[in-house]
């Protein structure tokens, strides 16, 4: 398992795109297309500006939206079997999201996706019929390897989808975030953002700076501290929370952590979102701890509840020459990936200054 690991982080480092070969700049805003499926064409189509108004049929149903739940997963980039992982893994946010009430809109957040992880979720039937892409290639990352990318209800209009290239990284992270309105929050947005903060405890760590850069496009629609005020912004993802500073970061940031607020209590078991999965030698040399988290602010949302998802998700029945390959590794379970999920939900409170 351990040789597993140092091959990926090796070919993870040579996939890294030339930094004058790339369109973005470190630590600033740059905007990129997302897509939506086009059932007629048989194609995901890119939406580089926002539509005049969301497809007919969605329209009609999102007049209705009073609240939002994200979704925030993990799924492991360095585990073979990916196909077979990820589409177990789209199989339980499939019937998480079948599940929400009709009033209740999703968002997705994925990180350490894969070029052929987006595949996989391009051809999901659910997907296609109700989501927005966030990417459909590994254009917008830093790595060629793995990267972030967000589903959105197509019953929210997206505003704008733009990505922030983390300056202080070795491990070309960023922040993904993606404006969504509907008529209950409207004209105001809403901004959710999707982030894989740096790996390991490094000497000088990046994930104090790399949240201070994410947090400067929370506050405010324009980033930097200026610009028109967001009703709400939410940021999720794995954050790898595992030295002591990790504890305060949504404090020194004048964030709210969605699992403390919903009584959750730092350092308890049942909070953990990384090791229960994990390899048995790997658990057993770090323990438990909470990576997966979800910082918000804005007095336009209000957090209605925080859980766990993900437990005991396990490749299908129906792939047994990849669940067979996965428990070689020593593995209890045919796990999908050594994450557990995260799921939290927000009302939209209208502004009753309008």
Not at 70 to 93: E, G, K, Q, T
Not at 293 to 313: H, P, T, W
Not at 319 to 348: C, M, N, P, Y
């Amino acid at each position: 398992m351990e040789e597993l690991m140092q091959k990926a982080i090796k070919q993870s480092g040579m996939s890294k795109k030339p930094s004058d070969h790339v369109p973005w700049k470190p630590d600033e805003p740059w905007p990129q297309p997302y897509y939506s499926w086009d059932a007629e064409a048989e194609i995901w189509q890119p939406i580089k500006t926002p539509p005049a108004s969301p497809l007919a049929n969605d329209q009609a149903q999102s007049t209705g939206i009073t609240a939002i739940a994200l979704y925030s997963w993990n799924i492991d980039f360095m585990l073979p079997c990916a196909v077979a992982r990820m589409s177990a893994a789209l199989a339980h946010l499939e019937g998480l999201t079948s599940q929400l009430p009709p009033a209740t809109a999703a968002v997705i957040n994925i990180q350490e996706a894969t070029p052929s992880d987006l595949i996989t979720i391009s051809q999901a039937p659910w997907v296609r019929s109700g989501f927005y892409m966030s990417d459909r290639d590994s254009y917008a990352w830093g790595s060629g390897m793995y990267g972030t990318t967000t589903l959105v209800d197509r019953r929210l209009e997206v505003a704008s989808c733009f990505r922030v290239h983390y300056g202080a990284t070795r491990m070309e992270r960023d922040a993904l975030f993606v404006d969504i309105t509907t008529p209950a929050i409207a004209p105001r947005k809403v901004r959710f953002g999707n982030s894989h903060l740096e790996s390991l405890a490094l000497d000088p760590p990046r994930r104090p700076a790399q949240m201070r850069v994410a947090a400067q496009h929370l506050h405010y629609a324009g980033g930097g501290g200026g610009g028109e005020q967001l009703a709400g912004a939410v940021i999720a993802g794995d954050f790898n929370a595992i030295q002591p500073f990790d504890v305060t970061l949504h404090v020194d940031n004048d964030l709210k952590d969605a699992y403390l607020e919903s009584g959750g209590r730092e350092g308890a078991e049942e909070g953990a979102t990384w090791g229960q999965q994990a390899h048995p030698a790997t658990r057993a040399r770090f323990g438990l701890s909470r990576m997966d988290k979800a910082f918000f602010c804005g007095d336009g949302i209000k957090l209605q509840s925080f859980e766990r998802i993900g437990v005991d998700v396990v490749v299908g029945e129906d792939s047994k020459e990849q669940r067979d390959k996965l428990l070689q590794f020593g593995f209890e379970k045919a796990w999908v990936t050594d994450h557990l999920g995260i799921k939290a939900t927000f009302s939209l409170v209208p502004d009753t200054r309008l």
